[in-house]
Structure formats: C-alpha cells, structure tokens
C-alpha cells in the first residue's frame, strides 16, 4: 500500500524531508497591507520580514481553499493530512472539506485529517512521526490511532521578539504590546492541548525569557530520553543554537533538531522569534 502526507504551508518541512517523495505542501497565503504572498517555494524570509517590519496596516494569513486540498488526496493508496491547530486557522475545517469533496466525487478512500493542535514545529514531528510508522509498513488505521496518541503528548512553546503581529491580529491588546516592548518584557507563550495559545511567564529580556522557556520543560519532570525536539527560528540560528545548548545541559533527550521557519511561521513567529516543540 501507497501513502502520502498532506500538509499545509505552516509545516515547517526541510529540504531532506521533501527528498523523500512523499509529501504535498498546500501554501497558505499571507496578507501584508493587502499585497498577497504566497508561502510555497518561491517564499522569500528576508523580502517578507522587511515588508511586515514596514508595515503599518493588516498583517494576517488567509487558509487554503478546499479545492486545493482536495487536488492533493489522488495520489496514493492512504492519505495523511497535517493542518494548523483548527482553534488558530480555518486549514483544518478546509482540508476537511476538501476530503469530503474528494469522496463524493470519488467514492471512500482512507484520508484522515489531524487537527495538529499546534503550528510548525508541531506540525513538522507530527509529518516525520507519520513518515515513520507509514514507511515502517503499518495499516492506516493503526497509523492513525497512534499519531492521535502522539498528538496528545505533545507540547509547544515560543518566546517572541515582537507581540506586534499578535496585537494587530487581535490577539493582544495595544496596551499590552505597548508597555512589553517599552520594558523589554518578552513573555514566554505556550501551546496548550486544546491547540490555543497562552502566556505561561514572561522575563525581562530575550536571553531571560528562552531560559524560563527551557525551565519549564524541566519543572514538567516528563522523561524525554526518548522524544525527538524540534526549535524553529525565525533568522536566528544563533538563537537557536542556543537554546539547543541550554536544553542539552538541563534534560536527557534523543535527539534536537534546528530549522528555519517558512513563511506562515514567519509571519506569527516575527523576526527573532523562537519555537519549540516536543
């Protein structure tokens, strides 16, 4: 049996992760004052960032229609689907729908939908962990019972440069963002199970907040000797590898992996901005 992994744009796949043929990217479109951008592989980090950076009016992304999806479901015997958290975009609703369309046209086929209840980072474990167990030969349903499970330990935090995205998003308060960057606060945000996002702290300067952030895996107490954790940067490999150095001093884990955020991590994430997941 075939399969095939679906995701849309907000997956923060590498280029070694597409070399391996099977999986589809469904961009997103990201706004920036009514110019629209589309995160596919002609995204470009640096042109993006300097347009949101001058930007003074809407700063959003749009999700993709149905239809796109639904070009994307033909291709194999069984068809994984990753979509943002449905809580935080419409892609979820949109890939379900595009399933539905499918079948009506096509009859049944085994496609299943998961609502990652994350973005990015989360998206990208949820892609490699299918790839494993699908490319290990098991049935569908066993894949997808077990990535549900998966999907349920899973946990995300990030530590932002800017609140400004956010607070034009709706999604804070001008006063808010407003005495934080006076201050240099920087909260540390988290991901929660039911896939909305949360302040968990915050510090007075990046450094302090990235700290707390890895703090907190800690105080979880959570055995992670064998999970795989991700960081994703927005321009800041530094950063990155940083976080990277005080994740190794502090907790036993299999393995850490870096990436560079693409366009719809960019946009939320902002320049500076750091993702982690596990």
């Known amino acids: ?80 689907v990753i979509t943002l958290s449905a809580e935080l975009s419409g892609s979820y609703n949109s890939a379900v729908l595009g399933k539905n369309l499918y079948e009506e046209e096509n009859g049944k086929k085994n496609i299943y939908v998961f609502n990652s209840r994350g973005a990015s980072t989360t998206q990208l474990l949820i892609a490699r962990k299918i790839y494993e167990y699908a490319s290990a030969g098991m049935e569908f349903q066993e894949v997808v019972d077990k990535i549900e499970d998966y999907i349920s330990t899973l946990r995300t935090y990030f530590v932002l440069e800017t609140l400004e995205v956010l607070r034009r998003n709706g999604r804070l308060s001008r006063l808010s963002a407003t005495i934080a960057s006076a201050l240099n606060i920087k909260p540390v945000m988290e991901g929660t199970r039911d896939g909305v996002i949360q302040k968990l702290t915050q510090a007075r300067g990046t450094k302090k907040a990235l700290s707390k952030m890895v703090d907190s895996f800690v105080q979880e107490g959570r055995d992670l000797s064998d999970r795989v954790l991700a960081i994703a940067h927005c321009n800041c490999p530094q950063r990155a590898e940083y976080v990277k150095q005080l994740i190794e001093k502090s907790l036993k884990v299999k393995d850490i992996i870096i990436i560079e955020t693409k366009g719809v991590s960019s946009l939320y994430a902002c320049d500076g901005g750091i993702i982690v997941s596990y």
């Open 1 to 80: 049996m075939s399969f095939h992994i679906v995701c849309d744009s907000c997956t923060d796949l590498t280029p070694e992760d597409f070399e391996k043929g099977c999986y589809s990217w469904i961009p997103l479109t990201l706004l920036v004052d009514g110019e629209e951008i589309i995160d596919d592989e002609t995204f470009d980090q640096a042109s993006f960032l300097k347009k949101v950076a001058e930007s003074k009016g809407e700063v959003k992304s749009a999700c993709p229609a149905p239809e796109s999806y639904m070009a994307a479901y033909g291709k194999a015997d069984d068809i994984y």
